[in-house]
């Protein structure tokens, strides 16, 4: 069975998506696509062989699609994921699920009505091997109860229109849902401490940050934002156990011994670093859509990492230490 897909959204990341569909995943063929940009959609649908809609509700629409990817801009998100869980359709969300929470609940609520797991969203770092060999680690209980997690997220810099909040909300993103994924619980308060700043940012940006967790179990977590670091893009994960301690390995690469020195490559930006996992992500969602089935990071995931995304923003301006005011999580969805 080939699995027909929709687009909506043909930027860089739909690009990059669409291309995936096309030349990694076997059993699926993009089929469908629009964008605000209608003749960027006619282009990209040229390239793939797939038609080019007026929107994006006419692709969810389309009697041919069996799925839909979403990657168009943020606040259209919640709009289209509704849209396909009304066609009752399987719908693949990049991140953020929604912009708002209160909007990411609406999508669980739906979701929860029609019946059946619709949605994944794309926190693509559960993909990827380094993450999932610690977390097998993890509760395979070789290094006894989780006390301590360190994390690193550096960037070697970011363009002037970055703010604050995005320290949060577009970069530790990631962090807050792979934290909650790794140690199995959620996170029940956020505090940001603003180290002295770098020279090498503008003069709107707080950079570096500095994140500070508790999990509903207690393991405390502490989380670097440095999106200046010059040298590369860098993310490091350790925990911390009772009997032991696992570390995210850094990507592969040779080390180099000449003229006194040892070096290896720091990689630039996060495209090489987690390709791999993109890929997987896809060849996985794929699957579960052709199985029936669902296994990925769930809407409730997205509402999840909304509302801490959120209490973090609440944090950094506040400077307080923040209870984080979550939903229980419905039986629908494990709880």
Sequence with gaps: MTVHIGVIGTGMIGQDHIRRITDVVTGAEVVAMADLDADRARQVAAGVGARALANGHDVIDDPLVDAVVVTS??????????????????????????????????????????GRRLVQVGFMRRYDAGYRAMKQVIESGEIGAPLVMHCVHRNATVPETY???????????????????????????????????????FEHLQDPQLMLFETAS??????EVFVNCRYGYDIQCETVGETGVVRLPDPADVWVRTASHLRTNVLQDWKPRFAAAFDLEFVEWVASVRDGT??????????????????????????????????????????
């Design 218 to 223: 207690g393991v405390r977590v502490d989380l």
């Design 73 to 114: 801009w943020g606040p259209t998100h919640a709009e289209y994921v509704l849209g396909a869980i009304a066609a009752g359709k399987p719908v693949f969300c990049e991140k953020p699920l929604a912009t708002k929470a209160e909007d990411c609940l609406r999508i669980v609520e739906a979701e929860q009505a029609f």
């Design 163 to 201: 703010h604050s909040d995005m320290a949060v909300q577009d970069t530790a993103v990631h962090e807050l849902d792979i934290i909650r994924w790794l140690l199995g619980e959620d996170i029940v308060s956020a505090q940001v401490i603003k180290p002295r700043r770098t020279s090498r940012r």
């Design 294 to 335: 669902a296994a990925g990071p769930s809407a409730w995931d997205g509402y999840a990492t909304a509302v801490l995304s959120d209490t973090t923003t609440e944090a950094l301006h506040s400077g307080r230490v923040v209870s984080v005011r979550l939903k229980d999580r419905p039986a629908f969805y494990g709880g």
